[in-house]
């Protein structure tokens, strides 16, 4: 079902079946005089539009242009998603000679994770790593050592020492520091304006972006279209699409800008007029309203008389 709005009046005009090109195409050649067609960027909009009022001037809503890119930017973060987590030292960093000596002194299990034998540097290395990987590094070790030979090791292979770890860690303290964001928390700081961010947040945004230069690069295509669309500068995308195409480290962004070019007159006006299909959404929500006070007698000829009519 489709709703057709005035968007100069603001009022419901009619109620189209079907979300096919044909239909549209049809609907639209039939009111004369038709001078903007406000619609989002779906191919089906787009040709029922182009064959049912040629003259007319499309204007792509804002508002989906808007979501259409924040559904890029959560792609991109989720593909570095990586970077927003501690980076835990390199296998070559983590072995320690002195520390290798150390461990196969230790009588006892206890003796592995006690002891003068262990520096500090490295137990804060140790901690950063998840719980897999250090049972992982310590059976590895174990069967080094000769675990089943009587020495106090775990026998019971990697679950053992995997629930020995579980059980000496579970009540201690865990390494210090503020818990990484997650890459949707991420991407709703890069898509919201930087003054209007709380003080905390723009404080782990300003940290992420020191640090990783794909999410850098993803704010600074993402906050000059944020711009475009909040003061109308239309004029400038051609310069915004050549930019974020050239984003090879961005392939989200690189794929919604080439969509955008493929309908750049429809994305121009709608970022250059104040035109936008947002009183259709109020109609939308109007329509969910009603049809469960009809309790499922709301055929598609009954809702659009009861609607045309009040």
């Known amino acids: 079902m489709l709703i057709e709005v005035d968007v100069e009046t603001r009022r419901l005009v009619d109620l189209v079946p079907d979300r096919e090109a044909d239909t549209r195409a049809a609907w639209l050649a039939q009111p004369p005089g038709i001078e903007i067609v406000c619609r989002d960027r779906a191919s089906f909009f787009a040709e029922g539009a182009t064959r049912g009022a040629p003259q007319a001037l499309q204007v792509a809503d804002r508002w989906h242009l808007w979501h259409n890119l924040g559904e890029a930017a959560d792609k991109c973060v989720y593909r570095h998603r990586g970077c927003l987590r501690p980076t835990p030292a390199h296998p070559e960093e983590l072995h320690d000679p002195q520390h290798d000596l150390a461990l196969s002194r230790a009588v006892t299990t206890e003796e592995t994770f006690s002891g003068q034998w262990q520096s500090r540097a490295h137990a804060r290395r140790l901690q ?183």
Request: glycine share 10%; with cysteine; proline share 7%.
């Open 128 to 310: 950063a790593l998840p719980r897999s990987a250090l049972a992982g590094r310590l059976h590895q070790r174990l069967e080094t050592v000769g675990g089943d030979q009587g020495t106090g090791y775990c026998p019971r292979g990697y679950a053992g020492v995997r629930a020995y770890v579980s059980r000496t860690l579970r009540g201690k303290s865990q390494p210090v520091g503020p818990r990484p964001p997650s890459a949707r928390a991420a991407a709703r700081w890069i898509l919201t304006h930087p003054d209007a961010l709380p003080a905390g947040d723009r404080l782990q945004l300003k940290a992420v972006l020191a640090n990783y230069a794909e999410l850098t690069a993803l704010a600074e295509h993402v906050r000059p279209f944020g711009y475009m669309v909040a003061h109308l500068q239309g004029d400038q995308l051609p310069t915004w699409i050549e930019a974020a195409t050239s984003a090879t480290e961005l392939p989200s962004l690189r794929s919604f800008a080439q969509h955008v070019e493929r309908d750049l007159d429809a994305v121009t006006a709608g970022l250059t007029l104040p035109w936008n299909s947002g009183v259709v959404e109020g109609h939308a929500i109007r329509i969910k309203m009603l049809r469960p006070q009809m309790f499922g007698r709301e055929g598609f000829d009954l809702l659009r008389k009861r609607l045309l009519l009040a």
